[in-house]
């Protein structure tokens, strides 16, 4: 008998609401065991409690072996007490790196081969915030943290992640302008790669592997790079395999793990029972990965694909079936 996840789910805003549902269906149809809870976080959250993040939600997500989120929508204009919420749940939890994978599914658009994953330090960097203006207004300087400490534990990570795929990892970089930053998350890296002697280790300067990846991302298993090169590059990477619609990501740290789809919450769409929920029926099965549940989460990439190749299809990608036809043809293709 196989032991019980427990498993915390927040929906979020907008889509998430429709999303998050149908990758619960998807768990439970794996007839792997969960305990779900459910737990709140977002704008609308905001707006009824006056925080975007409750402390009871920050509990939930520690005591659970994982945590799925659909999407929190940010207001677009300043308001008074509101904060980000994934970002403010990744500051305080450490959830240290972001995982985003691109690999082929056959939607449009997508190049066929294409089975990559981008780990993208979520801690510092550019992230620190920390902006002056000097000369009444007319020079701006951003701080760019670069420590030791946390290029280790992202190469390390990677490393890992390396091992259990094809061993191939690319250090991403811009050493060749910043060689006293760039340079020590390269020290770090390559002390962290002593431990994995397994590990193909390759560098890339950062422009260049986003003219590689546009070229031949085939070329390319696991990347690892500091916070901001991981953003634009896993957008690049996102955009490679057809899009928005079907990234999913994951926030791991030492003591939780969220799961999540890149997409937003969509509110334009929100409500109408037709967003595609592939995106994070593909983060609940990273999620599965990450609990040492290797064989379901494939089960479910499998089904996914079925479906993607042989509809129904959301309208997003040209179809006409609703979020719940989709997700009742992904648990019919499960077998
Ligand atoms: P947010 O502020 O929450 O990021 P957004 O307005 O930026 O919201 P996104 O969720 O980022 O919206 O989506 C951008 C576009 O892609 C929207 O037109 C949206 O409808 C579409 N989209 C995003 N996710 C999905 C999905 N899962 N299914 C269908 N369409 C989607
Ligand atoms: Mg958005």
Known sequence: MGQTYRICLIEGDGIGHEVVPAARRVLEA???????????????????????????????????????????????????????????????????????????????????????????????????????????????????????????????????????????????????????SDGLFLEAAYDA??????????????????????????DFDVLVMENLFGDIISDLTAGLVGGLGIAPSGNIGEEAAIFEPVHGSAPDIAGKGIANPTATILSAAMMLEHLGEKEAAERIERAVDRVLAEGPRTPDLGGDATTEAFTDAVIRALG
């Open 30 to 180: 794996t007839g792997l065991k969960f305990e779900f809870t459910e737990a709140e976080a977002g704008w609308e959250t905001f707006e009824k409690y006056g925080t975007s993040v409750p402390e009871e939600t920050v509990e939930k997500i520690r005591a659970a072996d994982a945590t799925l989120f659909g999407a929190a929508t940010s207001p677009t204009r300043k308001v008074e007490g509101f904060f980000g919420a994934i970002r403010y749940l990744r500051k305080r939890l450490d959830l240290f790196a972001n995982v985003r994978p691109a690999k082929y599914h056959p939607v449009p658009g997508a190049i066929q081969g294409t089975d990559l994953v981008v780990v993208r330090e979520n801690t510092e960097g550019l992230y620190v915030e920390q902006e002056r203006r000097y000369a009444r207004g007319r020079i701006a300087i951003a701080d760019r943290v670069i420590t030791y400490d946390a290029s280790y534990r992202i190469a390390e990570y990677a490393l890992k992640l390396a091992q259990r795929r094809r061993g191939k990892l690319a250090l991403v970089h811009k050493a060749n302008v910043l060689p006293l």
């Open 193 to 218: 790669a002593k431990h994995y002697p397994d590990v193909e280790i390759s560098e890339v300067i950062v422009d260049a592997c986003a003219m590689r990846l546009v070229r031949r991302p085939q």
